[in-house]
């Protein structure tokens, strides 16, 4: 078989959502010595950016994305792996702190941001959710990350937010560190009053944002 | 008035309603059916994990904190539910493992249990105060309309929300998160406020506490 048909079947397993086969590529280009960041890069991140397309154009819903996002996890747990045998890592997009902000415990939100981050080639630590904020900043310096994403899902919490882009301020981290924010009452008005980054409606919008903050 | 604790609900919940729920009731949605099947093989898993408990307790005016929603009302029925945390505790699991869209759904279960738990509770203490005499309002809960959510920490005053597993936390979050709060007024006099009523809204046709059509 081609290299490219073969990248071309990776790339329909990770459209059509289907485990199995993605994870049965993703062992056959181990087994033929692939270069796998190559594999990945040609094979399964088309994919899933065809899965952002097809959700764009109202073609595709949260289940087709969730599932897509499942599959290239499922590859990426059998290529990573192997690349760090070799003494190599997956190239990145940028590394992203997640977690629901103190005194909030929701986590579904949360958690469909940090699989559309990590499909979309994120490296996504997930500090679960009700998490003290000062560790948001503490973690985001240990990991040297990129992205700092806050969630809360109550009017009550939302203020937590804005504490850790102050905590950033006084820290001199503000625009080294970015900091997204997302959950349903927070608004675009309420991330530019406090400062912040970038909003994310939903789980895709969040990746776009995300890409958007890298670049700049 | 004395406490009130129940454990007698009737939870079932549709696998058409749990698309709505997830935002796909379009009609061109084309794997609808796919959905409704992968839906209806986790329900008797789902349904294992739910726990539905209620308390209640109706107080008179002068036992309340004035709030102004309080005004006008003869008593106030205050309620708590939940269908506990297993089943929420199950739908990050999975998420945890990689089943997004499984934990997508027993979440989305759990969402319109709790409302189904509340619906029944709502027509019991409703059904009560007619017997009293009096006209119930509909239900409403915490951080709706001009009652703030900070009003959370008077229903926990005034109910002991640890007998039935709710924990109130300092935001004002409930823990379960599948958990409702309400208060329900009793009247005098008929209200109106010129909607359809919660049962009439309910999706559960076959509520044994089902009231009005």
């Not at chain 1, 087709?64 to 599959?71: F, G, I, K, P």
């Not at chain 1, 349903?184 to 409606?201: H, L, N, S």
């Not at chain 2, 107080?59 to 929420?88: M, Q, V």
Request: aromatic share 6%.
């Amino acid at each position: 078989m081609r290299i490219e048909d073969l990248f071309e079947q990776m790339k329909k397993s990770i459209i059509n959502g289907n485990k199995e086969e993605a994870e049965r590529l993703a062992r056959e280009a181990i087994n033929k010595g692939l270069d796998l960041n190559e594999v990945i890069n040609k094979g399964y991140v088309p994919g899933i950016q065809e899965v952002g397309r097809l959700w764009e154009e109202g073609e595709y819903f949260l289940p087709e994305l969730l599932t897509s996002a499942e599959c290239m996890k499922s590859a990426m747990s059998i290529l990573e792996p192997e690349l760090v045998k070799s003494g190599d890592k997956r190239k990145t997009e940028g590394k992203v702190i997640i977690g629901t902000v103190e005194g909030d415990i929701h986590d579904i939100g949360k958690n469909l941001v940090a699989a559309m981050l990590t499909a979309n080639g994120f490296e996504v630590i997930d500090l679960g959710a009700d998490v003290p904020l000062n560790m948001f900043v503490d973690k985001a310096l240990e990991e040297q990350a990129n992205i700092i994403c806050l969630s809360a899902l109550l009017t009550t919490t939302m203020i937590g937010q804005k504490k850790v882009v102050d905590m950033l301020k006084e820290k001199s981290l503000k625009g080294k560190i970015k900091v997204m924010v997302g959950g349903a009452p927070v608004t675009k008005e309420w991330a530019e009053r406090i400062e912040a980054d970038g909003y994310g409606e939903n789980a895709m919008e969040a990746v776009k944002v995300a890409k958007n903050l890298m670049s700049r | 008035m004395e406490i009130v604790i129940l454990d007698e609900f009737m939870v079932d919940v549709a696998p058409d309603d749990l698309i709505r729920v997830l935002g796909l009731k379009r009609k061109d949605y084309p794997k609808k059916e796919e959905i409704k099947e992968i839906i209806q093989k986790e329900i008797s898993e789902i349904k294992k994990l739910i726990e539905p408990k209620g308390i209640y307790r109706i107080i008179d005016y002068e036992e309340t904190n004035r709030h102004p929603i309080f005004e006008n009302a003869k008593k106030i029925a205050l309620a708590i539910c939940t269908i506990g945390s297993k089943l929420e505790k199950r739908s990050s699991e999975l998420m945890r493992e990689n089943q997004m869209l499984k934990g997508l759904i027993y979440d989305a279960y759990g969402s319109e249990a709790v409302e189904q738990v509340a619906c029944q509770l709502d027509s019991i203490i409703s059904e009560q105060a007619r017997k009293m005499g009096f006209y119930p309002s509909k239900r409403f809960s915490p951080g709706y309309g001009k009652w703030e959510i900070e009003e959370q920490a008077f229903i926990f005053k005034i109910l002991p929300g640890e007998e039935i597993g709710v924990k109130l936390r300092s935001s004002f979050m409930m823990e379960p998160r599948k958990s409702i709060s309400f208060r329900i007024n009793f009247y005098n006099e008929p209200v109106n406020n010129g909607k359809k009523s919660l049962c009439a809204q309910c999706k559960m046709k076959n509520c044994p506490f089902r009231k009005e059509e």
